[in-house]
């Protein structure tokens, strides 16, 4: 069936390092991709989508390319800052299946100043 | 303008007991959604609902768990009788009919 997953956590960088955490799918169709973010005490908010192959979503300095061939949407950062550190969810939305998300486990990121 | 809105944010009960959860969507999105986070689970979606009328219910994890939208601004999740393994963060999230969820800050639900 559709799922998502994503690297183990907890990461742990240094600030200013760079960030990757990896996200695969496997899903029939083709799925819009998603990643949230959870910060401590709160609910998770959107931080960037892509709807079809190669287009690109980015937001507060983080980027993710929708890759069909390798069926990823890697999340990156050039640059960590301490308030970077949350939970991450990597999500689809299933073709023709109204918005019901999909989400991966979450990996945790902890930014050291 | 307000946010998904979840009430209470912490829940402290007794096994055995009626729990209700409480969830206010953002004004106009049609669709709303409840949510379950636990350590060993993650997030796991229970019900969504569409103008009010239930979609997908097949998250619910039993038959204690039971979800209502009696209006387009009032939704409620309730367990009877609660059990300890019900312990997790309730979310509910609203969707203006987008691809895009929003999130309320969750309940935060105990059961001793």
């Known amino acids: 069936g559709d799922s998502v997953t994503q690297m183990e956590g907890p990461v742990t960088l240094s600030e200013e390092a760079f960030l990757t955490i990896n996200c695969t799918y496997t899903a029939t169709g083709y799925p819009s991709l998603f990643w949230y973010v959870q910060y401590p005490g709160e609910g998770l908010q959107l931080l960037l989508k892509a709807t079809k192959a190669d287009d690109k979503g980015s937001n507060k300095g983080f980027e993710a390319t929708y890759r069909k061939e390798t069926t990823s949407f890697h999340l990156e950062k050039g640059s960590v800052q301490v308030s970077d550190s949350a939970v991450y969810f990597c999500?689809?939305?299933?073709?023709?299946?109204?918005?019901?998300?999909?989400f991966g486990a979450g990996t945790r990121l902890a930014v050291h100043p | 303008d307000a946010g998904v809105i979840q009430s209470p944010r912490h829940e402290v009960t007794e096994m055995g007991q009626e729990v209700t959860l409480r969830c206010k969507p953002i004004s106009g999105h049609d669709y709303l959604f409840w949510y379950r986070q636990t350590m060993m689970r993650g997030l796991e979606l229970l019900i969504y609902?569409?103008?009010?009328?239930?979609?997908?219910d097949s998250g619910m994890p039993e038959d204690r768990f039971s979800a209502k939208m009696p209006n387009a601004s009032f939704s409620t999740l309730k367990i009877q009788p609660s059990e300890p393994r019900d312990s997790a963060v309730y979310f509910c999230?609203?969707?203006?009919?987008?691809?895009?969820?929003?999130f309320g800050p969750g309940t935060r639900l105990t059961v001793l």
């Open positions: 609902f569409n103008n009010n009328v239930p979609i997908d």
């Open positions: 999230a609203s969707s203006p009919g987008t691809d895009t969820q929003y």
């Open positions: 999500a689809l939305t299933l073709s023709g299946g109204y918005n019901k998300l999909i």
